[in-house]
């Protein structure tokens, strides 16, 4: 990527076609004026500019993480999907390590998949309640469980 302009954002200086997903990686950490931390991590589910996930399980991955996250962990301040579909943020308060980060993941995700339905799916609570589906949350969390040994691998 060394044609490119160096970029403000983190994410658009990644070269996609490098990166083999899933992964979770840093993405950014950032110390605050008054010393406090936050760290980002890209929490990545689908290939860049190969697959990306359906909004439906995106939403309703992002309603049941979200919820799920904050029984196991304090240093939780988001969760929220990328744009283009493809993963997710993660931003955190504190140092925190790609390993912990992975194991907050995986026990969040198995927390998850517990689920009888999805959180806040309605439409007093969410903005578009209908737009929810636990099945393919569901489908997407077990295909990212199914390569947790590599997680931390982000360009194999």
């Known amino acids: 990527m060394t044609d490119l302009p160096k970029m403000n954002v983190e994410s658009f200086n990644l070269d996609h076609t490098k990166v083999v997903?899933?992964?979770?990686?840093?993405?950014?950490?950032?110390?605050?004026?008054?010393?406090?931390v936050l760290t980002k991590f890209d929490v990545r589910f689908c290939q860049p500019n190969v697959e990306h996930l359906e909004m439906p399980a995106v939403h309703s991955i992002e309603h049941?993480?979200?919820e799920?996250?904050?029984?196991i962990s304090d240093d939780v301040i988001d969760f929220s999907p990328m744009g283009c579909q493809t993963g997710f943020y993660l931003i955190m308060s504190g140092e925190h390590t790609p390993q912990q980060a992975k194991e907050l993941v995986l026990a969040t995700?198995?927390?998850?998949?517990?689920?009888?339905?999805?959180?806040?799916?309605?439409?007093v609570q969410c903005g578009w309640g209908a737009h929810h589906s636990l099945e393919d949350m569901r489908d997407e969390v077990h295909a990212f469980l199914e390569n947790s040994d590599v997680l931390l691998d982000v360009m194999r």
């Open 109 to 123: 995700m198995a927390r998850m998949l517990t689920l009888d339905a999805v959180p806040a799916a309605n439409e």
């Open 68 to 71: 799920c996250v904050r029984e």
């Open 64 to 66: 049941s993480f979200a």
């Open 21 to 36: 997903a899933p992964y979770i990686r840093v993405a950014d950490r950032k110390v605050l004026p008054h010393g406090d």
